[in-house]
C-alpha cells in the first residue's frame, strides 16, 4: 500500500475545486523534474489532481466516505439486509486492521496528500524559472497548501490515537499518522514513522495560516468560484482551534469569518432543498468550500463506468444511500429503489428520528377502504394504482401534524423522507397500465431491511445528497449535488463552542441560536419563540448526551449526515453512550452464517479511532517499532 500511495504520479486532470471542468486540457503521463511544468497551464493540471481527488474515485467522497465511513460510524445510517464484514465491523464501531474501509480511506488521504505535495513542489520548480508569474503560483500554492491541511485534518481526526489540548506542552506519546511534507524520492522515504499528534495538528495549522496568506484578497467569480479561499482556509482554522482546545485563536479566527467573509445563513427556504441537486443552490451564501459535482452520465454505473470523463465529474454515493419507493401498483410487497444494481443498502438509523422529536413508533399497515379488487387481464375489475394495504390513515394525518406544527424538529425532513407521506421522481421506471407516466412515487420503508424484520423498524430514506427528482437510473448512477465541507452553520456553532470554553455564555447562546431559528424559519438576527433560553435548555432529543446540551445537539441535528459527528462523538469522548442510545447498528440477519450480528460492539480501548489499515503496518518498519492503535 506505502507504494501504492506515494508513488503514483499519474494526475487526473478533471477540475472539482472549478464550477465547470477545464476543456482542452491533455493528461499527464509523465513528470520530469527537467521540463516540466512549462507554462501556468501545465502547473494547473498539478493542483487539479488535488481536488479530483474528493471524487475521482470510491476512496472518499466518490463512493465510500459519507455513507459508510462517516454516517456508519456516528450511526446516522443503519445497515439494511446482507452485507460484507467490513461494513459490519464500521458500523458496529468495531474495526479488524484489514477492513477494506478504512484501508481506502487512508488510501485516498494519502492519495490527496502525495498530490498537493507534488503541486508545492512543482510551484517552486516553477516560480524559481518564472518569478513573473509570482501572483498566479502563490494562488495555486494557497489552494494547495488548504487542501494538504483538510486531508491531514481528516487522516489526524480518523487514525491519530486521540484528540489532544495543545494548549499544553507537547506530549510525544499520543501518535499521530505518518507526516509527508514532500515527495519522497525512494522506496525507504516512504517507511516513515508516525509522528506526533502534537506535529500533525501543527502542520495542519500552519498550512492553514499560510493558505489564508496566500489567498488574501483573491476573489472568485464565475467559473472559479468553486477554488479555496482565504475564507476556507480561515474556517477550517478555526475548527481545527477548536479540535485542539485553543479557544483563544478559535474565537479570533472564527470571528473573523462571521464578521468579514461577507458569508451567512442561508434562507430555510433555500435551505431545505440545498442539498439536492440544485445548481441555483451552488456555492450560495453560507458555503464556505463545497466539492463540486457534474452530472456526466456516460457509461452505466457512475463513478465505476471506465469512461472518461465521467469518473472525474460525479459521485456516486446516492447508490448506497438512495431512497426506496413503493411499487409500481403501490403497494410495499412490491416496492423499488431509485438507483443502479438496488444498492440502497442503508436508511435513517430509527432512533435519530426519535432524537429530531418524531416519537412515534413503526408504522401499520391496514386495510384500503378504496380498494376495488386487482386488475384483470383485460384492464378491467380492478385498479393498478389502489393498494389493498396503506399506512394507517390516522397514523399518516398525525405524521403531518407533527411536521406542520413543528413539534418534530424540521430538519429532519431536510435530511430523510417519510414513507408514504414524502415521495420522490421516478419518471424513468414508472408505468401505469393506461400507458402513462407517473413521476412521483411515494417513498416505502427501505427496500433492503429483511422480510421478516420490516415491520419492527421506521426505514426512512436519506433525503440529503441524494436523487430525488428521479431514479438514479436516469442519470446512470451519477449524483448531482455539490457536497458541502464547510458552510456557515458549522462556523457559528464551533464559534459558540469556544465562547462556551471561554465562559463567554451570553453570545455562545445567541450563535446556537441563530442556527436555531433557521432551522424553524425565522429571522437569524432577532428573538423568537423557538430560541433556547439557557446552554442547558431542553431539546427535542431525550437522551443524556443531547438532551439538555443544546450545543450538542445544534451540531448533531444541523450537520446531521453530512460527516462531522462522528470526529464531535470522539472528540468529546461520548461514544459509549452514543452506543448505548442507538444499541443496535443494524437489523440482525436471519441468516445465522452472516457477519451482522446487529449489535454495536462499543470499546472504549479502540472504538475512539480507526486502527492504522495493516497493510500499511505490515510493510512499515518505522511504525512497528512504534505501535497501532490502542486495542488493535
Excluded at 486532470?13 to 472549478?18: A, H, L, P
Excluded at 481528516?154 to 495543545?166: A, T, V, W
Excluded at 453560507?286 to 460525479?314: C, D, H, K, M, Q
Excluded at 429483511?450 to 445528497?465: E, I, L, R
Aim: glycine share 6%.
Amino acid at each position: 500500500m506505502t507504494k501504492k500511495i506515494f508513488f503514483i504520479i499519474a494526475l487526473s486532470i478533471s477540475f472539482v475545486g472549478c464550477k465547470k471542468d477545464p476543456q482542452g486540457l491533455s493528461p499527464v503521463d509523465q513528470v520530469t523534474n527537467g521540463n516540466y511544468p512549462k507554462n501556468l497551464g501545465d502547473l494547473q493540471t498539478f493542483l487539479t489532481a488535488s481536488y479530483s481527488n474528493f471524487r475521482k474515485d470510491y476512496f472518499l467522497y466518490g463512493f465510500y466516505m459519507l455513507p459508510i465511513n462517516m454516517a456508519g460510524s456516528d450511526h446516522a445510517a443503519s445497515l439494511a439486509g446482507d452485507l460484507s464484514l467490513s461494513r459490519v465491523e464500521v458500523a458496529s464501531n468495531h474495526l479488524s486492521l484489514y477492513n477494506v474501509y478504512a484501508a481506502a480511506l487512508w488510501e485516498g488521504l494519502y492519495i490527496g496528500v502525495k498530490n498537493t505535495n507534488v503541486c508545492l513542489e512543482r510551484c517552486d520548480y516553477f516560480e524559481a524559472r518564472n518569478p513573473q508569474f509570482k501572483a498566479e503560483i502563490d494562488d495555486i500554492r494557497g489552494q494547495a497548501l488548504f487542501l494538504r491541511g483538510w486531508y491531514y485534518f481528516h487522516l489526524e481526526c480518523f487514525f491519530g490515537e486521540k484528540y489532544i489540548d495543545m494548549t499544553q506542552p507537547e506530549n510525544t506519546d499520543v501518535l499521530g499518522v505518518p507526516l509527508f511534507t514532500k515527495m519522497p524520492v525512494s522506496f525507504e522515504e516512504t517507511r516513515k514513522p508516525r509522528s506526533s499528534a502534537y506535529k500533525i495538528w501543527s502542520q495542519v495549522i500552519d498550512d492553514l495560516e499560510s493558505s489564508a496568506i496566500y489567498l488574501n484578497g483573491i476573489a472568485r467569480s464565475g467559473d472559479n468560484l468553486g477554488k479555496a479561499t482565504k475564507w476556507s482556509a480561515k474556517a477550517l482554522l478555526g475548527k481545527a482551534y477548536v479540535f485542539t482546545k485553543q479557544w483563544d485563536k478559535a474565537k479570533t479566527t472564527l470571528e473573523d469569518v462571521i464578521t468579514n467573509s461577507g458569508k451567512t445563513l442561508m434562507p430555510f427556504s433555500k435551505y431545505k432543498d440545498a442539498f439536492n441537486a440544485k445548481p441555483e443552490n451552488e456555492f450560495n451564501e453560507e458555503s464556505l468550500f463545497e466539492i463540486n459535482v457534474e452530472r456526466v452520465t456516460e457509461g452505466t454505473n457512475g463513478i465505476f463506468t471506465p469512461v472518461f470523463p465521467s469518473s472525474n465529474l460525479t459521485t456516486s454515493h446516492g447508490m448506497l444511500w438512495s431512497p426506496s419507493v413503493l411499487g409500481y401498483n403501490g403497494t410495499e410487497s412490491d416496492q423499488s429503489c431509485l438507483t443502479v444494481g438496488e444498492r440502497c443498502q442503508f436508511f435513517v438509523h430509527d432512533k435519530n428520528l426519535l432524537r429530531f422529536g418524531f416519537n412515534k413508533p413503526p408504522y401499520t399497515l391496514v386495510h384500503n377502504p378504496n380498494y376495488i379488487g386487482n386488475p384483470t387481464p383485460d384492464g378491467s375489475g380492478g385498479s393498478a394504482i389502489v393498494p389493498e394495504l396503506i399506512m394507517d390513515p390516522n397514523y399518516k394525518n398525525e405524521s403531518i401534524q407533527l411536521r406542520q406544527n413543528k413539534t418534530t424538529d424540521p430538519r429532519l425532513y431536510v435530511a430523510a423522507l417519510q414513507p408514504w407521506v414524502d415521495s420522490c421522481g421516478d419518471a424513468y421506471h414508472v408505468q401505469l397500465s393506461s400507458g402513462k407516466r407517473n413521476e412521483m412515487v411515494p417513498v416505502s420503508r427501505c427496500y433492503n431491511i429483511p422480510q421478516a424484520n420490516k415491520p419492527k423498524y421506521h426505514g426512512w430514506s436519506f433525503k440529503k445528497y441524494t436523487t430525488i427528482d428521479n431514479s438514479l437510473y436516469a442519470y446512470n448512477g451519477c449524483d448531482g449535488a455539490n457536497i458541502y465541507l464547510i458552510r456557515m452553520a458549522d462556523v457559528y456553532l464551533l464559534y459558540a463552542e469556544a465562547l462556551k470554553n471561554l465562559g463567554q455564555n451570553v453570545p455562545a447562546l445567541e450563535y446556537i441560536n441563530k442556527v436555531h431559528r433557521r432551522a424553524y424559519d425565522q429571522p437569524i438576527n432577532s428573538p423568537s419563540p423557538y430560541d433556547y433560553l439557557s446552554l442547558t435548555a431542553q431539546t427535542k432529543a431525550s437522551d443524556v448526551n443531547l438532551e439538555n446540551n443544546p450545543l450538542a445537539y445544534e451540531r448533531w441535528a444541523e450537520l446531521f449526515a453530512e460527516g462531522h459527528w462522528w470526529f464531535d462523538v470522539c472528540r468529546w469522548r461520548i461514544g459509549d453512550k452514543e452506543a448505548a442510545y442507538y444499541g443496535i447498528a443494524t437489523p440482525e440477519s436471519p441468516n445465522p452464517n452472516s457477519p451482522n450480528k446487529g449489535k454495536i460492539e462499543w470499546d472504549d480501548n479502540r472504538s475512539y479511532c480507526y486502527p492504522i489499515p495493516g497493510n500499511e503496518f505490515d510493510v512499515n518498519p518505522q511504525i512497528q517499532k512504534q505501535r497501532n492503535n490502542s486495542g488493535y
